[in-house]
């Protein structure tokens, strides 16, 4: 989706102009990869612009920076203090949120031990990352061919900006052949996750999503979800899922910051019934709960201003 651009981006502690936030064609995370990074909504509410689990997104940022052997410079309140503030400056009631960390320039090859960290927050306009109807309409996924990291390859469990060259094959892969998105297995051919989403199926009367041994990345979004399900009295389970699983559901659906929840409405071409009874349920819930009006949840959304 292309880029509305905003007033401000924040950058190692000022905000500075959207055409100025610019970095050297040498900075090293361009060259290898190594930078972590988080997809964060800001949501319209009552009480004006507020971001949804912002210190919680920060404190994964951190530990996928801990993982990867870098050490961001700011503290987790301080990144959400400048978060608040790039939002705030951006004049909008709802935007997506992108903070990223850094290899910056003046050193290169592979030792990232001399290397500075800068760090990032730009805010811009996006709408529902599979489409509006999602939810009642569904999405068309395919499993893809490209394996999903394994542990001790690329850690899953860190957000890291090298990792999505393996998402993106797999998502371009998925488009070109007609799908709305890819599954990705587990090198031991379990279900993992989707490009840049968690996964949920439902079957006898359970809510099944595969477990972080799979390379699934720990998802706020999952946690949100898992807990609005139980909440409404839903057995949900993290358990592992084979391929055949997806296409016997009862019901699945993806969630994630920016596909929010989004059913699925058939996998490999077997038609899945969609949305599910459950599915229709959570995404409901969650639409309000991000947007304030779900009072048990009113402590994810923290306000901008």
């Not at 090293?28 to 971001?51: K, M, N, S, W």
């Amino acid at each position: 989706m292309p880029i509305t651009p905003t007033p401000k981006i924040w950058m190692n502690g000022d905000l500075v102009a959207w055409e100025d936030a610019t970095i050297h064609v040498l900075t090293h995370t361009l060259h290898y990869g190594t930078g972590v990074f988080e997809g964060i909504r800001a949501y319209e509410t009552a009480d004006g612009p507020a971001v949804f689990r912002l210190t919680d997104h920060i404190v994964r940022l951190h530990h996928s920076a801990k993982i990867i052997g870098i050490e961001i410079p700011y503290t987790v309140d301080e990144l959400v203090a400048a978060t608040k503030a790039t939002v705030a400056s951006t004049g909008l009631d709802a935007c997506y949120v992108r903070p990223i960390a850094y290899l910056g320039y003046g050193e290169m090859g592979l030792n990232t031990l001399p290397c500075t960290v800068d760090v990032a927050i730009a805010c811009w306009p996006w709408g529902a990352y599979l489409g509006d109807d999602a939810v009642e309409k569904g999405v068309r996924m395919k499993i893809s061919s490209w394996t999903r990291h394994e542990h001790n390859t690329m850690p899953p469990a860190s957000k890291t900006t090298g990792n999505y060259v393996n998402s993106s094959l797999a998502k371009v892969e998925a488009l070109k052949a007609g799908y709305d998105e890819a599954i990705m297995l587990a090198p031991n051919g379990l279900v993992a996750e989707c490009t840049g989403e968690n996964i949920f199926v439902g079957r006898h009367d359970m809510l099944l999503t595969p477990p972080l041994s799979a390379g699934a990345l720990e998802g706020i979004t999952q946690h949100s979800v898992m807990t609005i399900a139980r909440d409404l009295g839903y057995d949900v389970r993290v358990d592992n899922l084979a391929r055949s699983d997806l296409y016997i559901a009862d019901e699945a659906f993806v969630c994630g910051t920016a596909a929010e929840v989004s059913s699925i409405n058939s996998v490999d071409d077997r038609e899945i019934p969609c949305p599910g009874p459950k599915t229709r349920a959570i995404a409901e819930i969650y639409a309000r709960a991000v947007r304030g009006q779900e009072d048990r949840y009113k402590d994810w959304c923290e306000l901008a201003g």
